[in-house]
């Protein structure tokens, strides 16, 4: 099992270009999620779907978008990047909302 | 709304010591709590959860945690530190009748040789 794969892992873009963060999991869980991590802040959720053909905003959507494509995928965008985006994004998954896997992370740095 | 403290952004401890990392959650209801440790360059893994049963959480790489339900507490605990213990520890906390997780800020624990 491959668990939790993130892509890309490292991601430079300038303000107002667009971009989408894929996540894939293969743990056939039902619970995925979109976190941003900062420096001093934690963990914060961005987006997450508690099963296929469900999302719903966490704590700072704003900025950002989320497909649930099937059970495995669910993809995070940015329609147009701020330098308040630059973070490193996790994506996780969860069976039965309890314990969560994480994905290696994506580092995005917005100019 | 409940909300997760880690009063402690920075721990050093010298190898073999013993070890304290202290959350505090505020929350009304029942809830979950978890602990998480991130390595350099890595995403997070469970080191241990609280469910139900026994307030001593036993996890992995030696760590414990005990849940105290007065104090609002989770504290993290290893009698005895590896330098391969490096690492970001985060606290979390879920309502037992919710689905989305709320993580403290993290403490970073160095272990010096």
């Known amino acids: 099992n491959a668990g939790v794969t993130q892509t890309p892992k490292f991601q430079v873009l300038k303000t107002g270009q667009s971009m989408t963060l894929q996540c894939a999991q293969d743990?056939?869980?039902?619970?995925m999620y979109w976190y941003r991590q900062d420096p001093g802040m934690g963990l914060r959720l961005i987006y997450y779907?508690?099963?296929?053909?469900?999302?719903d905003k966490g704590e700072v959507p704003n900025g950002y978008n989320v497909s649930r494509l099937n059970k495995r995928e669910f993809s995070l965008r940015l329609e147009s990047a701020a330098p308040s985006q630059t973070s490193v994004y996790f994506c996780?998954?969860?069976?039965?909302?309890?314990?969560?896997?994480f994905g290696p992370g994506t580092r995005l740095t917005v100019t | 709304a409940q909300s997760v403290t880690q009063l402690d952004s920075q721990v050093p401890v010298f190898e073999e010591a013993p070890v304290e990392l202290r959350c505090n959650y505020s929350?009304?209801?029942?809830?979950?709590l978890f602990w998480y440790v991130q390595y350099p360059n890595q995403g997070l893994q469970l080191l241990l959860k609280?469910?139900?049963?026994?307030?001593l959480v036993k996890g992995i790489n030696g760590f414990e945690a005990e849940f105290n339900k007065s104090q609002t507490s989770f504290h993290l605990r290893k009698p005895s530190v590896h330098i391969s213990d490096t690492a970001e520890y985060f606290c979390?906390?879920?309502?037992?009748?919710?689905?989305?997780?709320?993580f403290g800020p993290g403490t970073s624990l160095s272990v010096i040789p």
């Open positions: 996780a998954s969860s069976r039965q909302t309890y314990e969560q896997y």
């Open positions: 743990m056939n869980h039902n619970s």
């Open positions: 779907s508690a099963s296929e053909g469900t999302t």
């Open positions: 929350s009304s209801v029942s809830v979950y």
């Open positions: 609280y469910l139900s049963g026994s307030t």
């Open positions: 979390a906390v879920m309502k037992t009748s919710y689905d989305k997780v709320i």
